[in-house]
């Protein structure tokens, strides 16, 4: 399996942006589907955005659509999730996870490997 580790997470004021970042280690990173996942507190976790191994493909929650953006670069072996026009609505612990399926699939249950987290605090 692939290790990995989120970073960039912080507090923010509303309409800020932030670029989270997930370097992985441990397996063949290119081969992967990555996603990310976010937990707010008191609810469950919840998709955020997955892309393809390559990473032509992406898909979104539509709760982030147009404001979030997922790529990666397979050379440095790390997926990002650049946020803008955060809301307070986005405050959560924020997730990334690799898969070996399709990017469409975006069951948590299709993640096998899982970051720790990183926190995502959005003032109003």
């Known amino acids: 399996q692939v290790q990995l580790v989120e970073s960039g997470g912080g507090l923010v004021q509303a309409g800020a942006s932030l670029r989270l970042s997930c370097a992985a280690s441990?397996?063949?990173?290119?081969?992967?589907?990555m996603g990310w996942f976010r937990q707010a507190p008191g609810k469950e976790r919840e998709f955020v955005a997955t892309?393809?191994?390559?990473?032509?493909?992406?898909y979104y929650a539509d709760s982030v659509k147009g404001r979030f953006t997922v790529s990666r670069d397979n050379a440095k072996n790390t997926v990002y999730l650049h946020m803008n026009s955060l809301k307070p609505e986005d405050t959560a612990v924020y997730y990334c996870?690799?898969?070996?399926?399709?990017?469409?699939?975006?069951?948590?249950?299709?993640?096998?490997?899982w970051g720790q987290g990183t926190q995502v605090t959005v003032s109003s």
């Open positions: 996870a690799a898969s070996r399926t399709f990017p469409t699939m975006t069951s948590e249950s299709n993640f096998g490997s």
């Open positions: 441990g397996h063949t990173f290119s081969i992967y589907t």
């Open positions: 892309i393809s191994w390559s990473g032509a493909n992406t």
